[in-house]
Nanobody, 117 residues
């Protein structure tokens, strides 16, 4: 199983980016999918997650600015990030609770988001 994240980059404050993360391999189903981030000198933190049924959870710092969504048919999760701030600068990681023979959590490789003028 692999999680491939994409969509990071350099954006000015107030700008937008959309991250994508696709899971591939031998997958029966995916329960929760989510995005975490780790900024310079900081611990990895949850940004947002979403259940298979579409229930979402957001960090307070991104509520009203970020939107998480998923396409179950494509095993893909998205993170639409609007009104970006310099403090959103971080490496963003996707993860997923994947059902195969058992249930395990998998991580993507991370994608850099830099918010700077």
């Amino acid at each position: 199983v692999q999680l491939q994240a994409s969509g990071g980059g350099l954006v000015q404050p107030g700008g937008s980016l959309r991250l994508s993360c696709a899971a591939s391999g031998s997958i029966f189903s995916i329960n929760v999918m989510g995005w975490y981030r780790q900024g310079p000198g900081r611990q990895r933190e949850l940004v947002a997650d979403i259940t298979r049924g579409g229930s979402t959870n957001y960090a307070d710092s991104v509520k009203g600015r970020f939107t998480i969504s998923r396409d179950n048919a494509k095993n893909t999760v998205y993170l639409q990030m609007n009104s970006l701030k310099p403090e959103d600068t971080a490496v963003y990681y996707c993860n997923a609770e994947i059902v195969r023979r058992g249930i395990s959590w998998y991580w993507g490789q991370g994608t850099q988001v830099t918010v700077s003028s």
